[in-house]
């Protein structure tokens, strides 16, 4: 028999490691955070590592827009290198869409354009870019030449996204090119952006519940200033149906010019005259791409096996088919001459033999 003392001591260790299980084991199932521990000499600093899944955490006054555009968590951390340091804010949506449209939100048209992840623009020592469904505020005390080069490692360390998440929309694309201020063009795909943004079309109008999708864009031409709308819609018959209702409103900020194409809706208003607004509309035309979901048949050289396989069934279905029919002929032969015989297949004038005799004789 063991002592009380000792019983004892073993049921507090055995809790103790019962307890430190279970805490690795929830460590282990959390998801981590997109931020590397280093990249380009840069490394992170543990102790400044704040984590959340509030977007309030990210943006106290813009969280209900982070949160229409799917956001699920934040990682922050500040990195240093030869005495100089860097904040990192990492925000995570739930696709690559998401992430896009924060960026197109937060890009000023002051900032300048890098070639940093998928998009990247800077002002002064703040870098934002994003990288597939991660956007990244980056704040640097001291820029350097390398600077943006450090960047894009940062970039290229963050997660990878699966290609179904990874894609981007293609919205945007379809605002007119010509005149269009430098980080102007926004994507919106809820009601508190696009209040936010201040886009003339109200949530009411443009109405949600439809799961449409938005693109705004200002315009600079050689007599005033615009701005282009551009709204795509599931199908055209509720295109045609929301343009109707935005025609017959009073909306601000007009004149406006409107006009439908496939599922979009795109209107054009400000201080520009009537020509120019028309040919902003002009320059967006819905162009539907027409591709099938998959073969209809496998071509032999992406189904071999099925070939030769399809082939040797066609050789034996032929040898098949011919033993069947010579033994029906035949068959059908021998029982003509049984019940008519000397009257179709075995006439003795039929089998005779013409014979030429060539042998040099007498004539």
């Given at each position: 028999m063991f002592p009380?003392?000792?019983?004892?001591?073993?049921?507090?260790?055995?809790?103790?490691?019962?307890?430190?299980?279970?805490?690795?084991?929830?460590?282990?199932?959390?998801?981590?955070?997109?931020?590397?521990?280093?990249?380009?000499?840069?490394?992170?600093?543990?102790?400044?590592?704040?984590?959340?899944?509030?977007?309030?955490?990210?943006?106290?006054?813009?969280?209900?827009?982070?949160?229409?555009?799917?956001?699920?968590?934040?990682?922050?951390?500040?990195?240093?290198?030869?005495?100089r340091k860097m904040q990192i804010k990492a925000a995570r949506f739930s696709d690559a869409t998401g992430a896009y449209g924060a960026f197109t939100y937060y890009v000023q048209p002051q900032m300048q354009i890098e070639k940093i992840g998928d998009r990247g623009a800077s002002s002064n020592t703040r870098i934002l870019f994003f990288k597939g469904n991660i956007l990244i505020d980056a704040s640097i005390e001291h820029l350097s030449a390398m600077s943006g080069a450090d960047l894009r490692s940062l970039a290229d360390a963050l997660p990878r996204l699966a290609s179904e998440n990874g894609k981007l929309?293609?919205?945007?694309?379809?605002?007119?090119?010509?005149?269009?201020?430098?980080?102007?063009?926004?994507?919106?795909?809820?009601?508190?952006?696009?209040?936010?943004?201040?886009?003339?079309?109200?949530?009411?109008?443009?109405?949600?519940?439809?799961?449409?999708?938005?693109?705004?864009?200002?315009?600079?031409?050689?007599?005033?200033?615009?701005?282009v709308t551009l709204v795509g819609y599931p199908t055209p018959q509720i295109a045609r149906e929301r343009m109707d209702a935005?025609?017959?409103?009073?909306?601000?900020?007009?004149?406006?010019?409107?006009?439908?194409?496939?599922?979009?809706?795109?209107?054009?208003?400000?201080?520009i005259p009537a020509d120019e607004a028309e040919s902003l509309l002009a320059s967006v035309n819905?162009?539907?791409?027409?591709?099938?979901?998959?073969?209809?048949?496998?071509?032999?050289?992406?189904?071999?096996?099925?070939f030769v396989f399809a082939l040797v069934m066609l050789c034996v279905i032929a040898v098949l088919a011919a033993l069947v029919f010579g033994f029906v002929f035949g068959g059908i032969r021998i029982l003509a001459n049984r019940m008519f015989p000397n009257r179709f297949f075995s006439r003795p004038e039929s089998v005779e033999i013409i014979r030429l005799d060539l042998r040099q004789g007498d004539k």
């Open positions: 009380a003392s000792f019983k004892s001591l073993c049921l507090r260790s055995l809790s103790v490691i019962l307890l430190l299980g279970t805490v690795m084991s929830a460590q282990s199932k959390a998801p981590a955070g997109p931020l590397p521990q280093a990249f380009s000499g840069w490394r992170i600093d543990s102790q400044s590592v704040k984590a959340s899944k509030d977007p309030a955490a990210a943006d106290a006054t813009d969280a209900p827009v982070l949160k229409e555009y799917g956001f699920t968590d934040l990682e922050s951390a500040t990195y240093s290198r030869n005495g929309p293609t919205l945007p694309a379809n605002l007119p090119s010509q005149s269009l201020e430098r980080n102007t063009s926004r994507y919106i795909i809820g009601p508190e952006a696009l209040a936010r943004l201040g886009v003339p079309i109200p949530a009411q109008l443009i109405d949600f519940s439809k799961s449409p999708e938005v693109a705004i864009g200002k315009y600079r031409t050689s007599q005033g200033e615009a701005a935005m025609q017959a409103a009073s909306l601000t900020g007009g004149p406006f010019y409107f006009k439908r194409t496939g599922p979009y809706v795109v209107a054009v208003n400000g201080n819905y162009d539907a791409d027409v591709m099938p979901l998959q073969p209809t048949k496998p071509r032999p050289v992406e189904d071999r096996a099925g």
